[in-house]
């Protein structure tokens, strides 16, 4: 890609780069732009669009009511509490 320009993706990014850095850094972006490129060239016609290489599966529990807790044995272990309630440090002045 001849019309690549470091100094304007710089800018974007909104860095500052040295001279030595340019030098370094402006091959190296110009072939992964390069690289870019050529999977643009790949055909995908028929082939759907996806968020991840592999399905995901959802692996958490069905949701089905339960027996849950009473007040006091949620209540038992906690440092303070008043009136069924947790009580917690005041964080907001």
Do not use: W
């Not at 996806?50 to 009511?65: E, Y």
Request: aromatic share 6%; hydrophobic share 45%.
């Amino acid at each position: 890609m001849s019309d690549f320009n470091i100094d304007y993706v710089a800018k974007l990014a909104r860095i500052d780069l040295s001279a030595d850095e340019k030098a370094r850094l402006g091959p190296q972006l110009e072939a992964i732009l390069g690289y870019v490129a050529k999977l643009k060239e790949v055909d995908v016609e028929g082939v759907e669009p996806t968020a991840h290489a592999f399905p995901l599966v959802n692996v958490t529990r069905p949701d089905v009511v339960t027996e849950s807790l009473s007040t006091e044995e949620a209540l038992r272990n906690a440092p303070a509490h008043s009136g069924g309630l947790f009580v917690v440090p005041k964080i907001v002045e």
